[in-house]
């Protein structure tokens, strides 16, 4: 069995060591559970093992186990795909909350692999995360609130931790944001969204792309195209960085200050994040772009 270098480093920083090994034992108790039989991992997940699967009729399907964190991720993960039931975010075939194991349909190649333009990535990923949005009032997901909160603490820990790797204004900035997000939440208009919306989250499916990895939770909308505003970090100072705000708002009816302060918040946490696992240089290229913005709010 092979486990990425930065899937093994996230385990070992998240203190995971255990989950790491005992999965052979799982992936094998899995298959015999499912009728499944597990070949190869594949590239790019970060937080769980993910493999190709084929069931024992033939049909093609996907395994994930994920790694063990705080907080509820794998419950929030189910949740999330089963409240969307194949709209916009890939179909849930299994679950086992226990041991946090899904069964998911095989989808096509990641966005990320077509080459598109910019523009046109950030359109598909705009429309395909509101085919996620719906109301689920009292489903048990962590609110958009909860998320600036958590972000803000994360933020204020790994930037410390990491010996202050991007500026003091920029963290400050990316703080008084995340305040404002979580002022700003509202129950009665709070939708399911994905909460981790990118280009290798977003597979092809057919004529359309459907995401994968959602985070789950019930916050404004706004909050998903944060993510996408994270994205692209070096393609975001090419001119007027407020302009991807203006742009996703007008092509999703949304409000262009909030989508830019999620992304504000988002970026410093993701740039943290990718430091501190190693994924580089996608880490330095997101908190130089936080310095640049650092402070220039939508006007």
Not at 38 to 53: D, M, R, W
Not at 247 to 253: D, K
Not at 261 to 288: M, N
Request: glycine share 10%; aromatic share 4%; net charge negative.
């Amino acid at each position: 069995m092979i486990i990425s270098q930065v899937l093994h480093d996230h385990a070992v920083a998240a203190g995971a060591e255990r989950w790491l090994d005992e999965l052979p034992r799982l992936l094998a108790h899995l298959e015999r559970q499912w009728d499944i039989t597990v070949a190869h991992p594949l590239t790019g997940a970060t937080e769980a093992y993910v493999a190709e699967a084929t069931t024992v009729a033939g049909r093609p399907v996907v395994l994930k186990v994920l790694m063990p964190l705080r907080g509820g991720g794998t419950r929030h993960e189910i949740t999330a795909l089963r409240l969307a039931d194949g709209q916009g975010t890939v179909a849930l075939l299994r679950d086992d909350p226990e041991v946090g194991a899904l069964l998911l349909e095989r989808l096509g190649p990641p966005l990320f692999e077509l080459g598109l333009p910019t523009a046109r990535r950030h359109d598909i990923l705009c429309d395909t995360a509101a085919r996620v949005w719906r109301p689920a009032a009292g489903c048990g997901l962590p609110t958009g609130a909860d998320r600036a909160r958590q972000l803000a603490a994360l933020v204020t820990t790994s930037w410390e931790d990491l010996d202050r790797p991007c500026s003091l204004r920029a963290i400050e900035y990316a703080l008084s944001c995340a305040r404002r997000r979580a002022a700003g939440h509202d129950d009665e208009r709070a939708v399911l969204v994905h909460g981790d919306v990118h280009q290798l989250n977003a597979l092809q499916a057919g004529a359309q792309f459907k995401l994968v990895d959602p985070d789950g939770l019930l916050a404004e909308p706004e909050c998903d195209l944060g993510t996408i505003m994270r994205g692209d970090p070096v393609e975001l100072l090419h001119g007027d960085p407020h302009q991807r705000a203006r742009r996703l708002a007008a092509r999703s009816g949304l409000d262009p200050t909030a989508i830019w302060e999620w992304g504000v918040i988002e970026r410093v946490a993701s740039g943290l994040h990718c430091t501190e696992i190693g994924l580089q240089p996608l880490g330095r290229q997101a908190l130089t772009a936080a310095d640049a913005v650092a402070g220039h709010d939508m006007t």
